[in-house]
T-cell receptor
Framework: SAVISQKPSRDICQRGTSLTIQCQVDSQVTMMFWYRQQPGQSLTLIATANQGSEATYESGFVIDKFPISRPNLTFSTLTVSNMSPEDSSIYLC???????????FGEGSRLTVL | KNEVEQSPQNLTAQEGEFITINCSYSVGISALHWLQQHPGGGIVSLFMLSSGKKKHGRLIATINIQEKHSSLHITASHPRDSAVYICAALYNNNDMRFGAGTRLTVKP
């Protein structure tokens, strides 16, 4: 199994600013994913964070708005750039092992943009 | 196109009832996950399936590759099972798609 620490757990931000969310895994994992969950909605995959290469973004999400870093096999960051109230959401990371395919989730970061 | 359809959207049951949640997907998945999200927001992976059936306590997950369908069953449901259940399909191109979720409420 893997334990994922995600921070901040919540934040309130001003329009136009940027926030970086960190995701730390207690073991090396092959895959890390970032998601958004808007109020009352299911999860939407933002991107897959690849170690040693650029992240792979889903349709509707772009690197300029959601830059992602994956410097090693245990850590990733997601930045929400130039925020607007529409970015208010819960952002979650998950990690998966290529072998078993299990997924482990962080607790989520609840972002409110004023 | 990679899609996941989940039903029902909402489900209310009495304690002790047998519950089934369904998930349909497109061709080409490498694995299907069942996730549980409690009101506090934390998500737990219940099962990862690529074929057959898995059981953990009162939870059973099945997948039928030919019919492109998976089900999550809860036997002897309990109020603590109240949560949102989400199926997630991992496609062979590493694309992951989520069902809309099923909000389950089990009444005592």
């Amino acid at each position: 199994s893997a334990v994922i620490s995600q921070k901040p757990s919540r934040d309130i931000c001003q329009r136009g600013t940027s926030l970086t969310i960190q995701c730390q895994v207690d073991s090396q994992v092959t895959m890390m994913f970032w998601y958004r969950q808007q109020p009352g909605q299911s999860l939407t995959l933002i991107a897959t964070a690849n170690q040693g290469s650029e992240a792979t973004y889903e349709s509707g999400f772009v690197i300029d708005k959601f830059p992602i870093s994956r410097p090693n096999l245990t850590f990733s960051t997601l930045t929400v750039s130039n925020m607007s109230p529409e970015d208010s959401s819960i952002y979650l990371c998950s990690a998966g092992t290529g072998g078993t395919g299990e997924l482990f989730f962080g607790e989520g970061s609840r972002l409110t943009v004023l | 196109k990679n899609e996941v359809e989940q039903s029902p959207q909402n489900l209310t049951a009495q304690e002790g009832e047998f519950i089934t949640i369904n998930c349909s997907y497109s061709v080409g998945i490498s694995a299907l996950h069942w996730l549980q999200q409690h009101p506090g927001g934390g998500i737990v992976s219940l099962f990862m399936l690529s074929s057959g059936k898995k059981k953990h306590g009162r939870l059973i997950a099945t997948i039928n590759i030919q019919e492109k369908h998976s089900s999550l069953h809860i036997t002897a449901s309990h109020p603590r099972d109240s949560a949102v259940y989400i199926c997630a399909a991992l496609y062979n191109n590493n694309d992951m798609r989520f069902g809309a979720g099923t909000r389950l409420t089990v009444k005592p």
